[in-house]
């Protein structure tokens, strides 16, 4: 199967989006399609051996529009709904000036005698109605022509049977042109004819200005629209212009300064203070602190040395080094973030479905009940310029525009706020999801701790000092490569003690190791390895057993005969966990803790944690089951990891979280990544979660709402009772204003701040 992108032209509301996926979607071959009205594009996964994409740009065609493979570039950067929105919003200007323009001339000339403002004596008097219609006419004919693309797609639209929100548009605006030209001839008629009578009544009746109005109305609300929804692609402009477009690397000996673009794994690269860097790497030379807040969300900069990882578009802020690239091009961080808020942006939330299904019928019950209305007026012995303009404004204002931007607005702006925190959210159905989970599945080693053991308690006999013992342990420890050993050592180096050398150094594979110090023997180990040299524990035993209470694992230090000390090493909990969790059971969630640790050590984490609940001895394939068990039991759970065992329950989850310092099966696995090593995370992707969702409920009750109160009113059907009638000039605007409330509620989005 092939994944490919095309850009979408002539599309503009849901309506239009829907026709083109269902037309796509019934070509042989194409597994999935899906089309985002928002960016105008869509993407296509299809059998290549079965069709190409001329077959996929033919069915689009068919449809009504126009669709074209994006570029290479586009394809890598996915940068294609930036591009295409600032193009958009170029075109709208234009149409927008000419339109307004002409339309204020037209309105002039039309009411300008109503106002008492000036007007040409030759415009005025029944004996000028000729010239007056006629030049009402011309006015009107470069509004029509800026503007012509709504009849060009709204007439192909209704001829393939699919008719669009255009269509509409095309119909109204379309009919009122027609009758005024109706109208222009039967004034020509009647000062032909000397029946001024007919002249007075069809002067009165020239829909030119209605016309103007409509379509200058539906384009400045479509320019406003266009730049609302430039707004949306903020996120994803901002993240692409972090990365510098230059470096500074080491060639030939010699340092140039060359595209970024150019560069290539191996690179060396030299960052200076207050310069970005260009690609992932690892640094080989110097030391410095790293501002990574633009892509973790953390403003303190992180102290980066020899060995240490950099990631693209991060500032140096103080020494210089020189690191080695390791990814480039849309392998780099920076790139992997953007495609996937782009691909979540361009997904469907499984409530976008509702608002698809409706407006893939909504236009022609549209066009139904304005012919009903047309023929039940004229029925009723109202004159047809009555019957005609409740026509044309039923047609205005049920444009769908609103229906068709209340779900991607909101999830464009509400993954484009997670990135800038530091939260990847991989598709709108995971921003969605997330909102109505119940239970939170957390992994302990490395999501709940540190991921790595440290020393938590030294304990020396009576003969010897803390920094005393701990010296030794280390001198014993350093030529083991045991993580528990590197704890130690890591603990020694924290407080400026230097191992001494051992002799004679032998590891016993599970159980300790023996060496030589000062001519001496030593030990160190666990109870059975004492208990096999037979050293005498004397009070360390007691205390060993307490520190395994509390989760802990302790390691004996001895010489042949006694036990000399004891140093208890665990895997700490992170000091932000004890945070997130309570702001997730703040929330309403249960709070689940799944670990492979033993049941005593987990036991003490709960403890610590004042966790309800905590499953301990776990396998990878029994973490996926005990998913499955939560969700049999009608829960909808969120799964928390980051290791290569945690991913079958990641991807059974029904919202998997990976921790950013995770492995890349965990990344892949999951729904939604942190980029941070931080659990308040987790709390801050529900709350945006939640946000989102209810962002796009209050859309789509505008928008029904809207429709719901708007049709009737246009139709008529409170005229008999009120005298209540929507001129199409008034229904032009409240269908542009419906689209723009729509736009900046969702913008609404962009204040949304973590609070942990």
């Not at 001198?475 to 890591?490: D, G, R, W």
């Given at each position: ?12 509301c ?6 083109v996926?269902r037309?796509v ?13 928002l ?15 001329s ?27 930036v591009g ?55 006015l ?10 709504y009849?060009?797609?709204g007439f ?14 095309a ?9 005024g030209?109706?109208a ?19 002067s009165?009746d ?15 609300g ?9 707004r ?18 080491i ?23 207050g ?6 790497g ?19 900069p ?18 210089a ?11 780099t ?8 808020v ?9 409530i976008a ?8 019928v ?12 047309f ?19 039923v ?6 525009c ?7 607005v909101?999830i ?15 598709s709108?159905?995971?921003l969605?999801?997330?909102h ?10 490395g999501?709940?701790t540190e ?10 006999g009576?003969d ?10 280390a ?16 603990k ?5 003690l ?8 032998m ?9 030589e ?19 005498e ?10 520190l395994?209470?509390e989760?802990?694992?302790?390691m ?7 036990a ?12 932000t966990?004890r945070?997130a969790?309570?702001a997730?059971e703040s929330?309403?969630l249960?709070?689940?803790?799944l670990?492979g640790?033993n ?13 309800g ?5 776990v396998?990878?394939?029994d ?6 068990r939560?969700?049999e039991?009608?829960?909808k759970?969120?799964m928390?990891g980051?290791?290569?065992n ?6 059974r ?6 921790i ?28 945006l ?18 429709n719901?109160?708007?049709i ?6 409170f ?5 209540w ?6 229904a032009?605007?409240?269908m ?5 409330f729509v ?14």
């Open positions: 199967m092939k994944k490919e992108k095309y850009t979408v032209s002539g599309m503009t849901a309506a239009c989006s829907a026709a996926e037309a979607s019934q070509v042989p071959g194409v597994s999935s399609v899906n089309v985002n009205l960016a105008n594009v869509m993407v296509v996964e299809y059998d290549e051996s079965a069709l190409d994409a077959r996929i740009i033919a069915a689009v065609s068919d449809a009504g529009y126009a669709a074209a493979p994006a570029s290479a570039e586009q394809q890598r950067t996915q940068a294609a709904p295409a929105i600032t193009d958009e919003i170029a075109q709208m200007k234009k149409r927008v000036v000419v339109s307004l323009v002409f339309m204020v001339l037209l309105m002039y000339v039309s009411m300008g005698h109503m106002l008492h403002l000036p007007v040409p004596a030759f415009l005025l008097g029944l004996e000028n109605a000729g010239t007056m219609a006629l030049l009402q006419f011309l009107t004919l470069p509004v029509l022509l800026v503007n012509r693309q009849f060009q797609v192909k639209t209704l001829w393939r049977r699919s008719p669009n929100m255009d269509s509409l548009i119909i109204g605006s379309g009919a009122a042109v027609v009758y030209v109706f222009l001839f039967r004034i020509s008629y009647g000062l032909g004819h000397g029946e001024l009578d007919l002249v007075a009544r069809y009165h020239l829909y030119f200005e209605s016309a103007g109005m409509i379509l200058a109305l539906i384009t400045l479509k320019f406003l629209e266009a730049r609302s929804k430039g949306t692609s903020d996120a994803i402009a901002k993240l692409m212009d972090l990365a510098p477009k230059t470096a500074t690397v060639r030939d000996g010699q340092e140039m300064e060359i595209p970024a673009a150019d560069l290539v794994v191996g690179d060396i690269i030299v960052i200076r203070p310069q970005s860097i260009p690609v992932d690892v640094i080989i030379e110097g030391s410095s602190a790293v501002d990574e807040s633009a892509i973790t969300g953390e403003s303190i992180v102290a980066k040395t020899v060995g240490d990882p950099v990631v693209s578009a991060t500032l140096n802020k103080a020494g080094f020189k690191f080695r690239a390791t990814r480039i091009g849309e392998d961080t920076l790139a992997q973030i953007i495609r996937l782009e691909e979540a942006g361009a997904s469907k939330a499984p479905k509702l608002a698809d299904r409706i407006s893939a909504f236009v022609p019950v549209v066009m139904a009940i304005a012919l009903a209305a023929i039940i007026w004229l029925l009723l012995g109202y004159p047809l310029e009555f019957a005609l303009t409740t026509a044309v404004a047609l205005v204002i049920s444009c769908p609103a229906l068709g931007l209340a779900t991607p909101a464009m702006v509400g993954t484009g706020q997670g990135a800038l925190h530091g939260i990847l959210i991989k709108a159905e995971a969605e999801t997330a109505s989970v119940d239970t939170i599945v957390l992994d302990k080693t999501t709940i991921g790595r053991p440290q020393v938590t308690d030294v304990i020396p009576p010897l000092k803390p920094e005393e013992l701990l010296q030794l342990a001198s014993l420890e350093k030529p083991s490569e045991h993580p528990l050993a590197e704890a130690v050592t890591a020694a180096a924290q407080e400026g230097e191992p001494a050398p051992v002799d004679e150094f590891a016993v594979p599970g159980k300790g190791i023996r060496a110090l000062g001519g001496k023997t030593y030990l160190a180990g666990n109870l059975a390895f004492m208990q096999e040299n037979k050293i524990l004397g009070i360390f035993a007691a205390e060993a057993d307490r395994a209470e989760g802990k694992t302790p004996y230090f001895a010489d042949t005969r006694r000399l000390g004891l140093i208890a090493a665990a895997d700490v909990v992170k000091p966990s945070q969790i309570a997730l929330m309403g249960d709070v689940v803790m670990t640790d049941k005593r050590t987990a036991e003490a984490i709960r403890r610590e944690l004042n966790l609940s905590a499953l301990a001895e396998l990878p394939e973490k996926e089951r005990e998913i499955r939560l969700q039991q009608g829960r759970v969120a928390v980051d290791g290569i945690d991913a079958p329950a990641l991807a989850a029904d919202v998997g979280i990976a950013g310092a995770g492995t890349d099966v965990a990344l892949e696995s999951a729904d939604i990544v942190l980029v941070k090593n931080d659990l308040r995370d987790v709390v801050t992707a529900v709350k979660s939640r946000a989102t969702l209810r962002n796009i409920k209050q859309n789509l009750f505008w928008a029904f709402f809207y719901s109160l708007g009737p009113l246009a139709a008529g059907l005229y008999p009772l009120f005298g009638k929507l001129s199409p000039m008034y032009a605007a409240a542009s204003l419906s689209s723009i736009v900046t509620n969702a913008l609404r989005l962009r204040k949304f701040t973590p609070k942990n």
